[in-house]
């Protein structure tokens, strides 16, 4: 991905303007660029270390062994040969973004973000550097501004597979997966051989609920990549997903079959086999996943749940605390280990357990009611009212939310069928049942700008981006 840019960056010389004086410093430059069309980058290094030395002030040769350093992976040297080149001529465009790269590459983050920055102001229209800037804002947590950086990358490279595939990427994370899944289709297209698109675009698509054609791109990379585990596991949770259990199950044998410390496949067969009620089964590939990473929660937890569900409270209760004890914010094992308690008469105990669950995840509606119940037990009239009802109203919303997704994916079919009347009447349905769905405002706003109804659909959008910053603006086509 990111490495086959950097590696481009390192393998052609860029021809810089020959100096008026004839000088001896400017020949050895010269010899340098003549020895890298012929890659003998040894003779190039020796040519620009006699062009610095005759003319210690001669950027473009400082950048240039820089970029001969690089390629023979004396990364700390051409870090040197780079910043040099910037200090003496800080409007060096080459210098700056070779500089910036390779900081990224050796993650200096900050120090990339300045030197690409700077990059990005000299040659705004530079793909590469806007895609290593993209990049390095990403990796900072600056998310939003990343996507801006990779958009603008992708309008400047549009033939570029990897900046495709890293706003795919970005967008995924931001939650914008429409968005997301066009730019991976849109990097596949450009490197079909491209294993991590094909990969990040099954994984988008499951995020959305496609079930059947994230299975199917799992699919047909498992068949092109067989040692791709990785591709095996998510295929086996997408299997999941559609409820094809069996299947899953045996996906995810030969996922560990391959691969036997893989702790993702061993869980994920595990959590495959509680759903088949195959408790023992379950128990075994959930053990050996907490024994090859003890770190990973969710196994202790589904290993807590299927305890519990085969009546041994007391382990479950153990393998929940466990959880916790690796994340402590992790509200289902609270909520779990509180009901436990309660079952044993802890009441104060399981009272703070669902209080940590609200802490942790102020929606959990199920951690109110039980709540509300013990509060209720206790004497504690009033404030068990409350949290029952509290929890009556997150459980509705919790519905409405789900009416909504249902009927943004209705709405999509629709305009698939162009019937945009039915749409945008599901779009409108999706929005009210839940407000605060930018999907749902964002695919009406296009609904209505298909049928002219410009205003409306840009006040749509503008809340959907509120809601979700990442997603860009609906383009008008005249």
């Not at 869980?267 to 990973?296: H, I, M, P, V, W």
């Not at 007391?314 to 393998?319: C, K, M, N, W």
Request: net charge negative; with cysteine; aromatic share 6%.
């Amino acid at each position: 991905m990111c490495l086959v840019l950097l590696l481009a960056m390192f393998a052609s010389a860029v021809q810089a303007q020959p100096r008026a004086d004839g000088s001896s410093a400017e020949a050895a430059y010269r010899q340098g660029l003549a020895a890298e069309k012929e890659n003998d980058l040894n003779a190039a290094r020796s040519a620009y270390e006699s062009a610095v030395r005759l003319d210690p002030a001669m950027a473009v040769a400082h950048d240039r062994l820089g970029f001969v350093l690089g390629r023979l992976g004396r990364t700390a040297e051409a870090l040197a040969a780079f910043e040099r080149a910037v200090e003496l001529k800080p409007d060096l465009f080459d210098a700056q973004y070779h500089l910036g790269a390779t900081r990224w590459w050796t993650k200096d983050l900050d120090g990339a973000l300045a030197a690409l920055e700077a990059a990005v102001r000299l040659r705004p229209a530079h793909a590469e550097a806007r895609y290593y800037l993209g990049l390095t804002l990403k990796q900072k947590g600056r998310l939003g501004e990343a996507i801006e950086q990779l958009r603008a990358a992708v309008r400047a490279g549009p033939e570029l597979a990897v900046v495709h595939l890293q706003l795919g990427v970005a967008l995924q994370d931001a939650g914008d997966l429409d968005g997301a899944i066009e730019s991976l289709k849109s990097a596949l297209r450009l490197d079909p051989s491209s294993v991590d698109a094909q990969n990040s675009l099954g994984l988008a698509l499951m995020q959305n609920g496609v079930a059947d054609e994230a299975i199917s791109t799992f699919r047909a990379l498992v068949a092109r990549e067989p040692a791709y585990v990785t591709a095996r596991v998510n295929l086996g949770t997408a299997l999941m997903q559609r409820g094809d259990l069996a299947g899953a199950v045996a996906v995810l044998r030969e996922a560990t079959r391959l691969q036997p410390a893989n702790v993702e496949a061993r869980y994920n067969l595990g959590l495959a086999l509680k759903q088949q009620d195959d408790f023992a089964a379950a128990e075994t590939e959930l053990r050996r996943a907490t024994e090859l990473d003890g770190s990973l929660p969710e196994a202790h937890y589904t290993l807590g749940v299927v305890l519990w569900q085969t009546g041994r409270s007391e382990d479950a209760a153990s393998a929940f605390r466990a959880a916790i004890a690796r994340s402590a914010d992790y509200a289902d094992a609270h909520y779990m280990l509180g009901t436990i308690l309660r079952q044993q008469g802890a009441t104060s105990a399981a009272l703070a357990e669902f209080r940590a669950t609200i802490t942790y995840r102020p929606t959990y509606a199920e951690a109110h009611h039980s709540l509300g119940q013990l509060l209720a037990q206790m004497g504690q009239t009033e404030a068990a009212a409350a949290a029952l009802a509290e929890g009556e109203r997150l459980n509705a919303r919790k519905a409405d939310a789900e009416a909504s997704t249902f009927a943004v994916a209705v709405g999509v079919e629709k305009v698939k069928a162009n019937d945009m009347k039915g749409a945008i009447e599901r779009f409108r349905e999706a929005v009210r049942l839940a407000p605060e769905n930018a999907r749902a405002h964002y695919q009406l706003a296009l609904a209505l700008q298909r049928t002219g109804a410009q205003a409306e659909a840009q006040a749509h959008f503008t809340e959907a981006q509120r809601l979700s910053p990442s997603l860009t603006s609906p383009v008008v086509k005249r």
